[in-house]
């Protein structure tokens, strides 16, 4: 484990200029690559004395500490993750009324099967046998709703509570670095974040949340302490912020989210396609999903408008974390006639299937996206953040809506994120697998999508300006510095 460098743990780090002082607290490795990479933390230093501290398990950590602002890494307890997991799955299901995909979590933990169109009654009622039969011995999802409601829920939330100490190494660095504000990308769900709050507060300094991704804070648990400030994507998250976490309005600020300030530079300027060809492009999505099927139901639908298009194929690009799935999902190009692989994925040097520090290695280079994206004729996949890109760089989009038979729904009933994305001009949901053809032909053929029509609608999910996410983030850090001081 890393301390500061030249530093007892009882010494701070050396104010050098009048500056105010920031530290930044990377919990993941995505986390390097949206933050680090993308120039936030550089803005932000023309401004302030930056300091960064990282979990030291971190994949990325060699990239982190060649950076001038590196100041340590800090450890958390297993058993204290262990506790903390615990509790923010026993606070999912206490607030699941909120969240209708804090449910479809829970369902996802207690392995509930997938009942995809014309089972039958017959059979549907013998796979919820058989999935109850299983559940008596999962004990891992049993515990939540067992220890979660009534009395005995506010007991053990009670207990874990108090057990939680906070990761020494973390109050260390902390307060040796005798920050203005600390700041922490989160998914409002790692152990650290709430380490950072709950140190912070008995420290008397400023806490600011960078929320990082869509669907954070609707589908993973409720902040149990909350930062003083929270920067979320647009209204929708603030609106979740304060309807799900319990913020208040004046902590909640609309920042939108580092890596999409690229989709809105030169939207109509001619960008270098990465294909010699015309494609479609095929999304993966972390969650299981069957996406093999639906690439041949695409390839069908080629074969019949007979390549339409001329030269027309699918570039599928897997998701590069994609979790485990109950059918096969390897992509094998002697399979399929019109489906490529997308040449990023694979490049990618961590391997299908390897672990999950393993996987998160491979972070995408962002610049990557615009291209991928603008130059596809139409974009489809299931349910996954990609689409909502696609749709901010004005294609047309087939969400995959479906169950697919075998995993847990992955519908719009639990995925609340997307609520209202059919208002976005060109972008629609196929709720079957027989609908995927026709709305893919009403996809090729859509009229162009003026910008103006895409932002009325896209504006409520992703605040954007004409001022960078960076300036945008120092603005705001400004004035809670400035409100800390009195000024």
Not at 16 to 21: D, E, S
Not at 78 to 98: G, I
Not at 207 to 233: C, E, H, Q
């Amino acid at each position: 484990m890393s301390v500061l460098p030249g530093y007892e743990s009882s010494d701070a780090i050396p104010l050098l200029t009048p500056k105010g002082r920031i530290l930044f607290v990377l919990a993941e490795d995505n986390y390097i690559r949206n933050y680090l990479r993308s120039g936030v933390v550089e803005e932000l230093s023309t401004a302030y004395d930056i300091s960064l501290i990282i979990d030291e398990r971190l994949g990325l950590r060699d990239e982190a500490e060649k950076s001038r602002w590196f100041r340590g890494t800090y450890q958390i307890a297993k058993t204290s993750e262990e506790k903390h997991l615990l509790l923010s799955q026993l606070l999912m299901w206490r607030n699941r009324k909120k969240s209708r995909t804090f449910l479809y979590r829970w369902l996802r933990i207690a392995r509930w099967p997938a009942f995809a169109p014309g089972l039958g009654r017959h059979r549907t009622v013998l796979r919820y046998a058989r999935w109850l039969a299983g559940l008596l011995r999962n004990w891992e999802a049993l515990r939540i709703p067992l220890l979660g409601s009534g009395v005995l829920g506010l007991l053990c939330i009670g207990y874990l509570k108090k057990a939680l100490a906070v990761s020494p190494d973390l109050a260390r660095l902390i307060t040796a670095s005798d920050a203005d504000v600390v700041i922490f990308p989160s998914s409002a769900y790692e152990a650290a974040g709430v380490d950072v709050v709950r140190i912070c507060r008995a420290a008397n300094i400023a806490s600011l949340a960078l929320i990082d991704n869509w669907d954070n804070l609707s589908s993973k648990t409720v902040f149990w302490s909350r930062p003083d400030f929270i920067g979320v994507w647009g209204e929708q998250t603030a609106l979740q912020a304060i309807q799900i976490h319990g913020f208040r309005r004046d902590q909640v600020e609309l920042l939108g989210t580092p890596r999409f300030d690229q989709y809105f530079d030169n939207r109509r300027g001619a960008i270098t396609s990465h294909y010699p060809f015309p494609y479609i492009l095929f999304v993966g999505s972390a969650m299981p999903f069957d996406e093999l099927s639906a690439l041949k139901i695409l390839e069908d639908s080629i074969r019949e408008a007979r390549g339409q298009p001329a030269g027309l194929k699918v570039v599928y690009r897997p998701h590069p974390w994609q979790q485990k799935r109950a059918v096969p999902a390897d992509f094998d190009p002697a399979d399929f006639d019109f489906t490529v692989l997308d040449t990023q994925i694979d490049s990618r040097e961590s391997p299908h299937g390897s672990g999950d520090r393993e996987r998160m290695l491979f972070q995408p280079d962002l610049a990557y996206y615009p291209s991928l994206l603008r130059n596809a004729l139409c974009v489809t996949g299931p349910l996954t953040t990609m689409l909502f890109e696609a749709a901010l760089c004005l294609r047309p989009v087939v969400a995959l809506a479906y169950s697919d038979g075998h995993h847990s729904n992955t519908s719009q009933r639990y995925f609340s994120h997307f609520a209202g994305l059919e208002n976005v001009p060109g972008f629609s949901f196929a709720e079957s697998p027989a609908e995927i053809a026709p709305a893919i032909h009403a996809a090729l053929t859509h009229p162009r999508i003026e910008p103006k029509d895409s932002d009325a609608v896209t504006a409520g999910y992703l605040f954007r300006s004409d001022t960078s996410y960076p300036k945008r983030l120092k603005q705001f850090v400004d004035s809670v510095i400035a409100a800390k001081h009195g000024h």
